[in-house]
């Protein structure tokens, strides 16, 4: 019979500024049918705080509120919140660009506050329009040294004649350069050039899509601009560039499609250090790679693929010298966009679920670490008895400096979550949970993992059968 064991003595590790944290996933922005109704394709963070764009025309700011977006919105205290009613179609890019202010891009034609020409910059109260497009789109927005890259398809913006690519500079568009150009077309491409992506690095902007020309020198379908000119890079990418993320060590990582007959598949992905362009090939099951994001080192994947399907472990993958490797225990669904910022990859598609069993819709944060200087000291802790546990019942204890949410996890080391033990709002002081171990964990090292307001605790577990 089993009987319950009281707490005795334990571990008990107190959370500091700085220490060590395992990697958990952040919920809260999609928790409980909170979030988005649809996949965000743009991801962007500014005034300290994630912004969303899309398709979407509503999302649920909490469990009652219903919240008319207008196709973008941001989270603040843990409250998603409209920018003065957003726009009038979908946006389809969103940047933090200069004088600190957020630039968002999409077919819309007018907001609250001003009539739009596809383009609109937000300074944190109200939309102001800028010069745009007349006809042609937007699909990406890069800011560098305080000016604002504009790559999609069209031949005029703002009254400038700049071939699918311009710079703003102190609120007047430039070319750059002759930009892009086409000469090949097939029954399923577009006739003009067109950019997808847009990626910088030490003062380079890199610019992938569907061209042939960059400027006046041969480039296949991906090129930098050095700030004067058009460079291109050995012989290019065979298939239309969709993503590209640029490492610390200036390799520049790309994922691309090819099109045959009337079938678009996915390339391997590629990587070019700067002489030569190296295969890396695809995760699993893949049908396509969404997007690229990157810490500087390491390599964050993103699309519609297979990592384990037997734990719903889909469409999100670290890669690095052993390859395609399971991230967090990945999504229930597609990865639309990534964003990496502060520690933390933030994950936009359609989705349900994370980690195979925690709800959460279409948006999600995946927190490796956070920064020392946004971290705060507390005396809160957590114990755990017995430790190591021969038997099937444990003892868990946890004092909690101030109220507020709980999340109590035994996770693998790598921070996948296998169990929640509890869930929910608890009062300042100690807390005793009695938990019965799932028969299915095997002997081993685990985690016991503490999110409580933000902050993360992890203590050792091990289970011995």
Known sequence: MKTRILLLIGLCILFQSGKAQIPYWDISYGKILIGPESAPVALAMYDAALHIGGHFRRLNSNTQDILQTGYIAFMKQGKWEGLNGGMNAPITALTNGP???LYAAGPFTRCIDAQLQGIASWNGNRWSAINGLSAGSINALISQDNILYAGG????????????IAALIQGQWHPLGNGFKKSR?????????????????????????DFDTAGIIPAQNIAYWDGIRWNSMGQGIQGEVDAITVLSNGHVIVASTIT???????????????????????????????????????????GDFIMDSTRNDYSLSILDESGFRSLGGGVKGIITKLLFDKGTLYCAGNFLKVSDSMACRNIAAYVFYKKEEESKSTSTSISIYPNPSQQDIVSISFKLESAGQVELCLTMTNGRILECFAQGIYEKGMHEITKVLHEGIPSGH???????????????MNIIH
């Open 446 to 460: 685990y985690q016991c993992m503490l999110k409580h307001n933000g902050h993360i605790i992890s203590v050792p």
């Open 260 to 302: 045959n007959g009337n079938t678009i598949l996915p390339a391997p992905l590629m990587s070019w250090n700067g002489n030569e362009w190296k295969e890396l090939g695809l995760p699993p099951g893949c049908i396509s790679i969404n997007a690229l994001e990157t810490d500087g080192k390491q390599i964050f994947v993103g």
């Open 185 to 209: 077309t097939d029954a399923i491409s577009n006739l003009l050039p067109e950019i997808k992506a847009l990626a910088k690095h030490n003062g380079y902007i890199f610019a992938g899509g």
């Open 99 to 101: 004088n600190n202010t």
């Open 153 to 164: 398809i069209f031949d005029t913006i703002g009254h400038v004649a700049a071939s699918s």
